[in-house]
């Protein structure tokens, strides 16, 4: 069954730790986010891991799904939805088969090559971009023309979710296009809620 994915796709900064994420997310949860990715980058496993758990707990309270950037340990360990997994991560298949039936799997792709040799992959939905400039990302990949983005999108039969330098600006545009969603890490990052509303009033 394919998944169905919120119009609107936040993840966690990585400049917050802690009580400042937790409290990040809370903003969050307080409104209409039911959907968001644990991001970080940085730090120890056994740091990270307590993290999620709590990230895990404050979500489940308010019925909400977290689905885990690069790590499918993390992820089994935890009890996460799933995870997003890069060009340079594990294998989809390989990811598929260690983690439980039903959970969710992304797959960042950043060009038309990418898309097309994951089509027959066992990942629910895509993400692509950068689509627009992005600060958010040490060494992002190259800005994926407007042309690029449209023939990914005539091509790809899964759920594809923009991603990079989004704001309320950019998002009628990217779903006329036809992206199932826009996934975004810095417009939210100091005003959760208020950043999250404002994208949604734009997503049709």
């Not at 036809?178 to 009033?201: D, H, K, N």
């Amino acid at each position: 069954m394919p998944v169905v994915l919120p119009r609107v796709y936040p993840i966690t900064p990585e400049s917050l730790r802690g009580q400042a994420l937790f409290a990040w997310i809370e903003a969050l949860l307080s409104g209409s986010c039911r959907f968001f990715q644990y991001r970080r980058k940085s730090g120890g496993d056994a740091e990270k891991l307590q993290e999620l758990k709590i990230v895990l707990a404050l979500a489940r309270e308010r019925g909400a799904r977290v689905i885990v950037d690069d790590r499918p340990d993390l992820c089994l360990l935890a009890g996460a939805d799933g995870v997003h997994l890069g060009q340079e991560d594990l294998p989809v298949d390989e990811v598929r088969r260690l983690l439980p039936a039903g959970s969710i799997i992304g797959l960042s792709t950043h060009n038309l090559d990418q898309i097309e040799e994951a089509e027959g992959l066992p990942a629910d939905y895509f993400a692509l971009g950068p689509v627009f400039a992005t600060a958010s990302k040490e060494n992002p990949s190259p800005l994926v023309p407007d042309a690029v983005q449209e023939e990914a999108l005539k091509r790809s039969a899964k759920p594809v979710v923009a991603i990079g330098g989004i704001s309320p600006a950019g998002v009628r545009e990217l779903f006329a296009r036809g992206f199932a969603s826009v996934a975004v890490i810095a417009f939210t990052e100091r005003e959760p809620a208020t950043a999250f509303e404002a994208l949604m009033a734009e997503a049709p």
